[in-house]
């Protein structure tokens, strides 16, 4: 069956035009070629035939430059803007030319992704509209987005952001599967007297969908999407695409990841049961350093975490989110995030006023057993071979033993004194600053 995407293409990238001159944005170099040739190279590798080009300034440099879309074995059409409308209003307004459901990939992003496994999620969910949703550097001036459990959209906050109202950092990443029907049959936004005026996906459409009770559904993805919408972004991406960070960020291709032990490892270890509350989470020093420099190199940040305070009663899941909102929003305001997080939430004994008796199994997700580390491969296509664990207990390091990773163990929190099991790390460091230095040299990353 025939794929189709939009491309959203009308900015005049006013923002840019130190870097642009008298270019069209998506027309400015990365790698020796324009942000579009990226887009539209990308687009025809997962098997997208048809494009629909939504442009509006120097639309004519545009057009001459795609052609028809022959030489990328695409066929493209460019549909030219009266005014600027929006990127939902742009879209609404190209209905006609829109395929039953397509793609949306805005023409200022820097885009590696596996489109296909994007494109498969939103069919099996039967959302009327898929968002891709990940992590970034600065969640604290970007709007956020809160999904359920089984990655259902329930709200959106718009910055800024309250003081001391943790909201885990999941950012609209402006790459959409979306049904037409939905969007023929999509209420009229508050504030649009003509509902393609202005209108936005983000702060208009998608609330307004939501609202309506319209399902919506996240797909999270650590993969690379980044905007060059200003100077300093548009250095960035062509910095990490010249490293390869770019061309590596795809689940298509195997990742090494960093797997992290939570407490004694990136936050305080409190002793006891461990972290029940927000109030009781402190980062160590040193450690969003360490995880926004596995960040810029490409390296997957991953959290394996046993939380058995959640089987023994002493906190729960919507608590534990809200502790681990916190860690997310700490290490963002130091330029870091996780790219994902899992966590075992299970404790085999028994006898703790308040447990949760559905909880008390032996299952295979407690460290040291593997069952985290088996979703995160499963999830985020991780090779193994190429992977690390750090944490501060014999239990971390006999789960780097058990799944055929690195073990590195760091001397803070229990720095191996906690006596579980005999398993000896093949590197031991002080801090993990110092531990994700070794790495990166290893990695050649450094």
């Not at 035939?49 to 052609?67: K, N, S």
């Not at 987005?145 to 943790?166: L, Q, T």
Request: aromatic share 6%.
């Amino acid at each position: 069956m025939s794929r189709q995407c939009v491309i959203l293409a009308g900015g005049a990238g006013r923002r840019l035009r130190a870097r642009l001159g008298d270019l069209a944005k998506p027309m400015i170099p990365v790698g020796g070629k324009p942000l579009l040739d990226h887009q539209l190279e990308l687009v025809r590798r997962y098997g997208f035939t048809e494009v629909v080009l939504l442009v509006h300034y120097r639309a004519e440099i545009i057009a001459q430059h795609v052609g028809n879309g022959e030489r990328w074995g695409l066929r493209v059409q460019v549909v030219t803007e009266p005014r600027p409308l929006g990127t939902a209003g742009a879209v609404l307004a190209a209905l006609d030319q829109l395929a039953d459901q397509f793609l949306v990939l805005y023409g200022d992003t820097m885009v590696n992704v596996d489109l296909d496994r994007l494109w498969q999620a939103h069919h099996r969910s039967g959302a009327a509209a898929t968002l891709l949703l990940h992590p970034n550097d600065h969640p604290w001036d970007s709007d956020l987005v809160e999904i359920d459990s089984g990655g259902r959209i329930v709200a959106f906050h718009n910055r800024p952001h309250p003081e001391g109202v943790w909201r885990q950092n999941l950012v609209n990443a402006g790459l959409y599967v979306l049904s037409k029907a939905a969007l023929m049959a999509v209420p009229q936004p508050p504030r649009q007297a003509d509902r393609t005026e202005g209108l936005d996906f983000g702060r208009d459409l998608f609330p307004a969908l939501l609202r309506a009770g319209v399902r919506l559904q996240g797909y999270l993805s650590p993969e690379y999407i980044k905007d060059i919408g200003t100077p300093e972004r548009y250095d960035r991406v062509c910095a990490e695409y010249a490293a390869g960070v770019v061309a590596r960020s795809s689940l298509a291709v195997p990742q090494p990841a960093v797997f992290l032990d939570r407490d004694g490892t990136l936050v305080e270890e409190v002793g006891g049961h461990g972290i029940s509350s927000p109030e009781q989470l402190r980062l160590l020093p040193g450690a969003a350093e360490a995880i926004s420099q596995l960040n810029h190199a490409g390296l997957r940040a991953v959290l394996v975490s046993n939380q058995a305070v959640v089987a023994k009663g002493m906190c729960s899941e919507a608590q534990l989110r809200l502790i681990h909102n916190k860690l997310e929003t700490l290490l963002g305001r130091q330029h870091a995030f996780l790219d994902r997080s899992y966590y075992c939430p299970h404790h085999p004994e028994k006898g703790f006023p308040g447990e949760r008796p559905e909880l008390k199994i032996d299952c295979t997700c407690r460290k040291p057993k593997t069952g985290l580390i088996q979703q995160a491969v499963q999830e985020l296509n991780i090779d193994l071979g190429q992977s690390w664990l750090v944490g501060d207990s014999t239990v971390d390091v006999q789960t780097a033993r058990n799944a055929g990773v690195r073990a590195v163990l760091v001397r803070t929190g229990y720095g191996g004194r906690d006596g579980r099991y005999p398993a000896q790390p093949d590197f031991t460091f002080d801090t993990l600053a110092l531990a994700v230095q070794f790495i990166l040299r290893q990695a050649g990353l450094a």
